[in-house]
């Protein structure tokens, strides 16, 4: 498959950004080329984080331009599917751990007009992955434990990237492959490499003393050393 340019994204994760000017963080990153920000809603209970709801989303819209990927990393993906049916957001992703009916989630996803993504932890197989390939837009590839940002890449994980790649050629589909957890200037390209298109970075960006600068190289990376 050879990947455009356009479907290569660095995707921000505001759950690094700082909450207290979250409109100004994004707008920083806007002006350097992002269009696209992750959005990690965690529920205390699958993750041992809580973090943020869609009224965080509703805040944000005023300030800025760009659409929404929504991370759902909850126990009960559809009660809260729902709840982030609203504009701007272009995707939602749940995880294959918490939903016993794939298809009935990912219907439900797509239904409300959205893409639909199914998310993996480090420790869960793929298994699923082909029986659900046909309904998904968006394999999510986590390659640290969700909960907290700020950890180090499991390198294991690139073995799977590449197994998605693989499982996406036999399928015969054309979904996304994202990435999140331990992206940043040492990991894009080899995570690039293995073939996943888009990467969510969190303190990578927001934790740099300029983010749109920080942005800006993590983009020309990924782009530079994409999988054709």
């Not at 869960?124 to 950890?151: E, H, R, S, W, Y």
Request: aromatic fraction near 4%; proline fraction near 6%.
């Amino acid at each position: 498959m050879n990947v455009s340019a356009d479907r290569l994204k660095i995707l921000p994760s505001i759950l690094s950004a700082p909450f207290d000017r979250l409109g100004e963080a994004v707008c920083e990153i806007e002006k350097a080329g992002c269009g696209l920000l992750h959005v990690d809603v965690m529920d205390g209970h699958f993750v041992p984080n809580l973090t943020m709801g869609p009224l965080v989303i509703d805040s944000l819209r005023p300030a800025c331009k760009s659409e929404f990927d929504v991370h759902l990393m909850v126990s009960n993906p559809a009660q809260v599917i729902p709840w982030f049916e609203r504009e701007r957001v272009r995707s939602i992703t749940i995880h294959a751990e918490t939903e016993p009916h794939l298809h009935v989630r990912l219907r439900q996803i797509k239904e409300g007009g959205r893409l639909a993504g199914i998310s993996f932890n480090p420790g869960t197989p793929l298994d699923c992955l082909p029986l659900v390939a046909d309904q998904v837009d968006i394999v999510l590839i986590m390659t640290v434990n969700p909960g907290f940002g700020g950890q180090t890449f499991i390198e294991p994980m690139r073995a799977k990237i590449r197994e998605t790649v693989a499982i996406r050629e036999r399928c015969g589909k054309d979904f996304i492959i994202q990435v999140d957890g331990g992206v940043n200037d040492k990991t894009v390209a080899l995570i690039a490499q293995d073939g996943a298109e888009e990467l969510v970075a969190g303190n990578a960006v927001f934790g740099a003393s300029d983010p749109a600068e920080a942005y800006r190289k993590l983009d020309d990376l990924l782009k530079q050393n994409a999988k054709s």
